[in-house]
């Protein structure tokens, strides 16, 4: 916030409007294009921009940055239009204030990535486009609050998760301000003083910033640094993933370590980043042709259904279960597997965005030119190629490449992972750190083992040739 | 089943014959492929076909 030009840019009220302003247009025109362009995905916008760049450019903002693309959300900017017509009126029900609504939402998503090859279909993209907007709208056009970020949306929780990496980090600069302040408008919002009435809102996802520790829950939209009066609140860097080692008590999400929730949203985000990845790999179809034989059925739904327990269910319950029960014994333990489980889980997250790293940065980096072609073709079928005809021989960085940026991002997240489980496991046990560590290492290890040999498997059912 | 931005292959046909084009083309990994081919008239119309070419197994 101290930086010339981006400090001002974002101590600015309307500096999240502005921001939003170009994805809502560029929104509208990836829906625009994919119900009404070419039903090809490399050649339309929909797909191209979904399922290359926007991933992309994501993973790497959140790695290099913080979660910026939920300051930028262009959803939250026709939500904000919606509540000057409508006012919501509930509070999001109690029994939902969770994370297990988004992480069946989540996996939802994954499920039907692959259950209708979504990358494929312009269409079926466009509409997804669609039907989160009306989410926001029905969400919270009823409910107050931010509660679609904090407890629906999918995308918001992967950046959740992943911003808990990020070096970036919104949070109070002296704590000493914020003792001797009475006011409290980062979360209370900063009030008119004879109405009473907000005039700029306080953080809407419930994090106190004196109290706020890291990034999850937090979407960067700046409230809480518009409402200080005492210009407390910054953009300020920290060490990535230094949030995972700790445990104190977090405003608006209580212990990480008691939240099974937020365990369980972190195991989908690693494991599904290697499901993600499974998906697109040739032996994925011999598993399905086999799961399919064995199961006497022929439709992709059931199969994949079974892939999917495995991952996200047997996978986890079957390694976690076996880390938590050998550190129990060989640290001497009493807390039961469970409460392990969940504290160690957060370990994984480095492997798990380094996988997500691997795997979008191959598309978005060996694609990466193919968006001005594809732009060229969508203005040239208005009937006036303004920025020429399309070059479709533009198309990104040589796999050989990427594919040492892939391996360095695996290792990355590996180190990272090994990193935040050993600083749990010196904060567990002091004297004996490494009897505690060394079965997560194992998990660790044969996670990124996994990774690495999915990276060198042949792709299959994801091309497309074009001839010049 | 295409993916954007995959692996896109170029080639340009040759007339070998009075009507007839040839072009040569691999297919580095396996899965559904799509050709499109891009064709200039004697009038400098332009033409685009596509044709699938589905089930590519690997070597």
Redesign the interface.
């Known amino acids: 916030m101290r930086v010339p030009g981006l400090g001002h840019l974002f101590r600015w009220r309307y500096a999240r409007p502005v921001l939003q302003a170009p994805l809502l247009v560029l929104s509208i025109v990836m829906i625009l294009h994919g119900l009404f362009g070419p039903s ?3 050649k ?1 916008l929909a ?2 921009l979904s ?2 760049h926007f991933r992309g450019a994501l993973v790497l903002v959140l790695l290099c940055a913080g979660n910026f693309f939920c300051l930028a959300c262009p959803f939250m900017l026709v939500r904000q239009w919606a509540r000057r017509l409508f006012k919501p009126r509930f509070n999001w029900p109690r029994a939902l204030r969770n994370k297990w609504l988004s992480v069946g939402l989540f996996i939802l998503i994954l499920f039907t990535y692959e259950l209708f ?1 979504l ?2 279909s312009p269409w079926w993209t466009a509409w997804l486009i669609v039907a989160y907007f009306l989410s926001v709208l029905v969400v919270d056009g009823f409910f107050k609050h931010a509660s679609f970020c904090k407890f629906v949306c999918p995308i918001g929780q992967f950046n959740f998760v992943a911003s808990t990496l990020s070096p970036f980090e919104v949070k109070v600069r002296e704590q000493d301000v914020c003792t001797r302040c009475h006011t409290k408008d980062c979360i209370r919002g900063r009030r008119e003083p004879v109405s009473d009435l907000v005039t700029i809102r306080g953080c809407e996802l419930a994090l106190f910033q004196p109290s706020k520790v890291g990034n999850m829950d937090c979407t960067f939209c700046l409230d809480c640094v518009h409402a200080c009066p005492h210009d407390n609140i910054g953009i300020l860097s920290r060490m990535p993933a230094s949030e995972l080692m700790v445990d104190p008590l977090r405003s608006g999400i209580g212990y990480l370590s008691r939240r099974k929730d937020i365990a369980a949203l972190a195991i989908v985000f690693t494991l599904g980043a290697l499901l993600n990845a499974f998906g ?1 790999v ?1 032996p994925v179809y011999a598993v399905e042709r086999w799961l399919g034989r064995m199961l006497h059925v022929s439709h992709e739904a059931p199969v994949l259904g079974v892939i999917f327990a495995f991952f996200l269910i047997l996978e986890p319950i079957l390694l976690l279960g076996l880390a938590a029960w050998l550190t129990r014994i060989w640290a001497g333990m009493r807390q039961g597997l469970l409460p392990l489980a969940v504290r160690y889980a957060y370990g994984l997250v480095p492997l798990g965005f380094g996988m997500w790293l691997a795997h979008y940065c191959f ?1 978005f980096l ?3 030119y ?1 968006v001005i072609p ?1 732009t060229q073709n969508a203005i040239a079928s208005l009937g006036r190629p303004l920025l020429g005809e399309p070059r ?2 533009l ?2 960085l040589p ?1 050989n490449v990427v594919q040492v940026i892939e391996i360095g991002f695996l290792l990355l997240g590996f180190a990272g992972s090994l990193v935040v489980t050993y600083g749990l496991a010196e904060d567990d046990f002091p004297d004996r750190p490494l009897r505690a560590f060394l079965p997560w290492a194992a998990v660790c290890l044969i996670l990124w083992c996994a990774s690495m040999w999915l990276m060198f498997q ?11 | 089943m295409s993916h954007p931005g995959m692996s896109p292959r170029f080639a340009e046909a040759k007339e070998t014959d009075h009507g007839r084009y040839e072009f040569q083309l691999e297919f580095p990994m396996a899965g559904d492929w799509v050709i499109l081919l891009h064709v200039t008239l004697p009038d400098g119309k332009k033409l685009e076909r596509q044709f699938d070419v589905r089930g590519v197994r690997p070597n």
């Open positions: 090809l995905a490399p339309n797909t191209t399922w290359l090859d990358w494929s697109m040739s598309h060996t694609g990466l193919t594809v479709w021989t198309t990104g796999a042949p792709m299959e059912m994801r091309a497309t040739l074009m001839s010049g």
